[in-house]
C-alpha cells in the first residue's frame, strides 16, 4: 500500500516536471520576438531509486548563457556605439561645411581671379569692385563655416547630455535588477540586466563584470566605478565656462570627477571626440586659415599703393590671434567704402601699375597657410578632405563594428534564441511525457482502487 | 552552428536591406552621373578634383586678365596703325610740299592738312581702354600721355600679365616707345608738329628736314607696331594653351567624380537581380517557417 502511495507521489512529481517543460517551452515561444530575451530550459534532475521508487524533480527554469559571449557583445557595443556616433555627426558637419553654397576653396579661387582680372585693367572701377566682393564673399564664407561648425558642436554638446541622463538612468536600472536577482533568480531578470548592460555600453563604454556574488559591476575606462552592486553612482553633464560646453562628471555623493577625456567607447565618447576632437579641430583650421589669409594679405597690400597713392592700408581687417579668427574676418570697411585703396599698384608707382596686384596674387602660390606649410586654396580644400576623411574612416569603422557586433549576435543567437521548430517539439515532447505520466497515475490509481475494494 | 528561424528571417530581412541601400546607391549615381559628390565618398579623388577645380577657376580668371590684356594691345595696335598712316600721309605731304615749284599759299594749305593729320596723331597717341585709362600711359592710365605739343608726359613701365601657370608677358606698350627715348628714335609727334611749323613759315630746308626725320618715325612706330603685335601674339598662344589646359582640367575632374556609366549599369543590374534573390529567399523562409506548416 505504502508503495503503490509512493507511485502517486512520483506521477504526481513527474507530472509537474512535464508541465514545467511545456511552460518553458510555451514561454520560450511566446518570447521568440522579445529584444534581449535568452530561450530557456527546464533541468529535470531523476530522484534516487532506492529502497523502490525513484521519479524526477524539475528544478528551477534556467537560461542558456555565455558570459564570455555577452561580455564581447558588451565591447562590441561600445565600439559601434563611438563609431555609429561619429559617423553621421561628420557627414553632418561636412554637408554644413562643404554642401550649403559656395564652398571656401571656389571662394579663395574666386579672389584669386578677381586679383587677376585687376592686374590686367588696375584702374577699371568695377573689376576692383568684383576683386573687392569676392574678398567680402570669402570672409562671410568662413564666418557662415564658424556659425555651422559651432551649431554642429552645439548640438553634439545637447547629446551628450542627453547620453548622461540616459546613462545615469540605466545605470539606476542595473543596481536595481542587482538587487532583484539576489532576492529572485528569475532568468528574465538577469536578461534584462544583460540588455541593460550593452545599452550602457552601446552609450557609454566601459566595462561591465559579474562578481561572484552574481551582480554586475560596471566600470568606467579610468577606474571609476559607475555601478557596484545595488549602488548606482551617476554621469552628470556640466556646463564648463571654460570651454562653454559642457563636461561630463562621474557623480557619487558628494564625490565628483570630471571624466570627459578618460571615456572609450560608447556613443558618449563618439560625441565627445567629434565635438572636442574633428569639430574643434575643424574650427581651429578654419580659424588658422582665417587669419594666415588676412595677416599674408594685409602684409603684402600694406606694402603697396592704392590709386590714390596711399600705402599702409590694409585689405582685411586685422587680427590679433588666429582663435576666433574665422568669425572676425572681414573685409576693410573703409575699403568697402572707397575700392581705389585696393593695393594694386607698388608704392611710388602711378595708378596705372599693377604690381600690387601681382603681388598679392602670388600669395596664390606660396605656402603661407598651416605654418608655412600649404597655400591658402590648399588649405581650405584639406579643411573639408580631412573632416571627409574622418568621415569615410568612422563610417568604415561603423561597417566593422557592425559586422562584428552582427557576428556576436549570431553567436548569441546561436545559443540563447529561440527556435519555435524546437520550442513545438518541446512541447510535443513533454506533451507526450504529461500524457503518459497521467496514464501512470491513472494505472496506480485502478491499483490502488482494486486494492481498496477487495479490503 | 544552431541557427534558427528567426535569425534565418532577421538574415534574410537584413540582406535586402543591404541590397536595397546598394541599389538606392547606384541608381543615384546612374541618374546623376556623380559618384564623388562629398569628400567622404572618396577623400583622394575628391581633393584631387577639387585642387583640379581651383585651377579650373584660377585658370578663367587668368583667361579674362588675358583678354583684358589683348583687348588693350589690340587698342595700342590700333593707336600706333593711326600714327603710322598719319606719318605715311604726312610724308607724302612734306616731299610734296619741297617741290621747288610750290608757293607759301600752297604749303599754308597744306599747313592746314598736316595740322589735322597732327590733330588724329595726338588723339590715337592718347586713345583710352573700355575703363578710360590711356592705353600708351605706363602707370600713369588716369592722364594723357601727351601734352598739346605731342610731348611725352607719361612714364615708361609696362604691365605685366600671367600668361600661365609661372609665367608672365608684357600686356602694354609705353608711349615712350614714341620719343627719344627709344635708341635713335625721334620724338614722333614733335616731328610732325615742326612739319607743322615749317609748312607754316614756308621753310623749305626744314620741311625737307622733315622728310628723314617722318621717315625715321615711320619706322619706329612700324617696330613699336612689331613689338606689340608680337605681344598679342604670346597672349594668344597662352590663352590658346589655357583652353587646352581648361578642357584637360575638365576632362580630369570628370574621371575623378563621374560615374562610369557602364560599369554603374552592370553594378545596378547584378545588384537588382541580388535583391531580387533575396526577396524570393524571404518570401521561401517566410512560407517554410510559417506557423501553418508546422
Redesign the interface.
Known amino acids: 500500500m505504502s508503495d503503490l502511495l509512493s507511485l502517486l507521489g512520483l506521477g504526481a512529481a513527474g507530472l509537474s516536471a512535464q508541465h514545467t517543460g511545456v511552460a518553458v517551452a510555451s514561454n520560450n515561444a511566446a518570447n521568440v520576438n522579445t529584444l534581449g530575451y535568452s530561450r530557456q530550459r527546464v533541468d529535470l534532475r531523476a530522484e534516487l531509486a532506492a529502497p523502490l521508487v525513484g521519479g524526477v524533480r524539475s528544478l528551477a527554469p534556467d537560461r542558456y548563457q555565455d558570459l564570455m559571449l555577452a561580455s564581447r557583445e558588451r565591447d562590441a557595443a561600445g565600439s559601434l556605439g563611438s563609431a555609429g556616433a561619429q559617423a553621421p555627426a561628420l557627414l553632418d558637419l561636412e554637408a554644413r561645411i562643404d554642401g550649403a553654397g559656395e564652398s571656401i576653396d571656389a571662394r579663395v579661387a574666386a579672389l584669386w581671379a578677381g586679383l587677376e582680372r585687376v592686374s590686367a585693367m588696375p584702374t577699371d572701377s568695377l573689376l576692383r569692385d568684383a576683386a573687392i566682393a569676392a574678398a567680402k564673399n570669402l570672409a562671410d564664407g568662413m564666418a557662415e563655416r564658424a556659425a555651422a561648425i559651432a551649431a554642429a558642436r552645439a548640438d553634439a554638446d545637447a547629446r551628450i547630455r542627453d547620453h548622461t541622463a540616459q546613462a545615469s538612468a540605466i545605470a539606476q536600472e542595473l543596481a536595481t535588477l542587482n538587487t532583484q536577482i539576489t532576492i529572485d533568480g528569475d532568468p528574465v531578470l538577469r536578461d534584462r540586466r544583460d540588455l541593460a548592460a550593452k545599452q550602457l555600453a552601446e552609450l557609454i563604454g566601459g566595462s561591465g563584470r559579474v562578481d561572484p556574488d552574481g551582480r554586475l559591476r560596471w566600470v568606467l575606462p579610468d577606474g571609476g566605478v559607475l555601478v557596484d552592486g545595488n549602488h548606482a553612482a551617476s554621469l552628470e553633464a556640466t556646463p564648463d565656462p571654460a570651454t562653454g560646453f559642457r563636461r561630463v562628471e562621474l557623480v557619487d555623493g558628494r564625490s565628483r570627477r570630471d571624466v570627459t577625456t578618460s571615456l572609450v567607447g560608447g556613443r558618449l565618447a563618439g560625441e565627445i571626440t567629434f565635438r572636442d576632437g574633428d569639430a574643434a579641430t575643424a574650427a581651429a583650421d578654419l580659424d588658422q586659415l582665417a587669419f594666415d589669409l588676412t595677416t599674408s594679405v594685409n602684409a603684402v597690400h600694406q606694402a603697396n599703393a592704392g590709386l590714390d597713392g596711399v600705402s599702409g592700408r590694409p585689405l582685411f581687417t586685422p587680427l590679433a590671434a588666429a582663435a576666433g579668427a574665422a568669425t572676425a574676418i572681414a573685409v576693410d570697411p573703409a575699403l568697402i567704402a572707397d575700392p581705389d585703396r585696393l593695393a594694386t599698384a607698388a608704392a611710388g608707382a602711378g595708378p596705372g601699375d599693377n604690381r600690387g596686384a601681382l603681388a598679392l596674387l602670388a600669395l596664390r602660390d606660396q605656402r603661407v597657410a598651416s605654418g608655412g606649410t600649404q597655400t591658402l586654396s590648399d588649405a581650405a580644400i584639406d579643411l573639408v578632405g580631412s573632416l571627409g576623411r574622418r568621415a569615410h574612416d568612422a563610417q568604415a569603422e561603423t561597417d566593422r563594428a557592425t559586422i562584428i557586433s552582427d557576428h556576436l549576435g549570431d553567436l548569441r543567437d546561436a545559443l540563447s534564441g529561440v527556435d519555435l521548430d524546437e520550442e513545438m517539439s518541446n512541447l510535443v515532447k513533454f506533451q507526450h511525457g504529461a500524457e503518459a505520466m497521467t496514464r501512470f497515475l491513472s494505472t496506480v490509481d485502478g491499483m490502488l482502487g482494486d486494492l481498496l475494494n477487495r479490503l | ?7 534565418l528571417l532577421e ?1 534574410s530581412a ?1 540582406h535586402i536591406g543591404a541590397a536595397q541601400t546598394d541599389i538606392a546607391k547606384l541608381s543615384d549615381q546612374v541618374s546623376s552621373g556623380i559618384k564623388v559628390r ?6 583622394v579623388a ?2 584631387q578634383a ?2 583640379e ?2 585651377r579650373a ?2 585658370s ?3 583667361g ?6 589683348s583687348d ?1 594691345l589690340a587698342e595700342t595696335e590700333r593707336a600706333l596703325g593711326t600714327i603710322g598712316g598719319v606719318l605715311s600721309e604726312a610724308r607724302q605731304i612734306a616731299v610734296q610740299a619741297a617741290n621747288a615749284n610750290y608757293v607759301a599759299g600752297d604749303r599754308a594749305k597744306l599747313e592746314l592738312q598736316v595740322a589735322g593729320l597732327f590733330s588724329v596723331a595726338l588723339a590715337s597717341a592718347n586713345s583710352r ?6 592705353v600708351l ?6 592722364v594723357a600721355p601727351f601734352d598739346a605739343a605731342g610731348v611725352f608726359v607719361g ?1 615708361a ?1 609696362r ?4 600668361a600661365g601657370e ?1 609665367a ?1 608677358a608684357s ?2 606698350l609705353s608711349g615712350s616707345a614714341l620719343t627719344s627715348a627709344v635708341a635713335g628714335g625721334v620724338d614722333v609727334l614733335p616731328a610732325l608738329g615742326r612739319l607743322v611749323t615749317a609748312l607754316g613759315a614756308n621753310d623749305v630746308p626744314s620741311i625737307q628736314a622733315a622728310i628723314d626725320e617722318l621717315d625715321a618715325a615711320h619706322e619706329q612706330v612700324s617696330q613699336a607696331r612689331g613689338e606689340v603685335g608680337s605681344m598679342m601674339a604670346v597672349f594668344q598662344d597662352a590663352d590658346a594653351f589655357r583652353v587646352e589646359l581648361e578642357h584637360s582640367l575638365v576632362g580630369r575632374i570628370a574621371s575623378l567624380t563621374e560615374v562610369d556609366i557602364i560599369d554603374a549599369a552592370t553594378d545596378l543590374a547584378q545588384r537588382t537581380q541580388a535583391l531580387e534573390a533575396s526577396q524570393a529567399v524571404n518570401g521561401r523562409l517566410a512560407t517554410l ?1 510559417s ?1 501553418g506548416r ?1
Open positions: 552552428m544552431r541557427i534558427t528561424a528567426h535569425h538574415r537584413g562629398h569628400a567622404s565618398d572618396d577623400p575628391w581633393i577639387r585642387r577645380q581651383v577657376a584660377i578663367q580668371g587668368r579674362d586678365a588675358i583678354g583684358l590684356g588693350q581702354n573700355a575703363a578710360g585709362e590711356y600711359a605706363g602707370a600713369q592710365g588716369l612714364d613701365s604691365r605685366d600679365l600671367e609661372g608672365s600686356a602694354t517557417l506557423p508546422r
